[in-house]
């Protein structure tokens, strides 16, 4: 009767790692993004020197390092409660490792894909 209750333990211990990885590649797909903008050029100048693109950018990093800040805290959470026989894990934290596993959805400036069939 308590193999439920030990697989959301498990959970609870898990969640820190796969919301890192996600981090890292919010981190990757931020690097790709800026490194891109610098590249392209647009009206004579590269794309990073549009003020709408540098917002986004600017927008990007806040994100990933909120990201990364939750996902820390939330590894330090875990390792404050671990070996004591207490409740789950409050849903703050829950809450902190989706929006850091999310990160990667908030990157606008990745260039944009051609739909199947379609030719460019």
Do not use: C
């Not at 919301?19 to 610098?38: H, I, P």
């Not at 990364?68 to 409740?87: K, T, Y």
């Not at 596993?101 to 990157?107: D, G, K, S, V």
């Amino acid at each position: 009767g308590e193999g439920f209750k030990i697989a959301m333990g498990a959970f609870d211990r898990t969640r820190p790692p796969v919301a890192a990885g996600a981090v890292g590649l919010a981190q990757r797909a931020m690097d790709e993004a800026k490194a891109y903008a610098l590249d392209r050029k647009a009206f004579g100048k590269p794309l990073a020197q549009h003020q709408a693109v540098s917002f986004m950018l600017a927008d990007m990093a806040i994100g990933v390092e909120t990201a990364r800040l939750m996902v820390q805290r939330a590894a330090w959470e875990i390792d404050q409660v671990s070996g004591q026989n207490s409740s789950p894990l409050p849903i703050i934290l829950f809450l902190q490792l989706q929006l850091a596993t999310n990160a990667p959805f908030f990157l606008p400036l990745l260039p944009p894909r051609v739909p199947l069939g379609r030719k460019a």
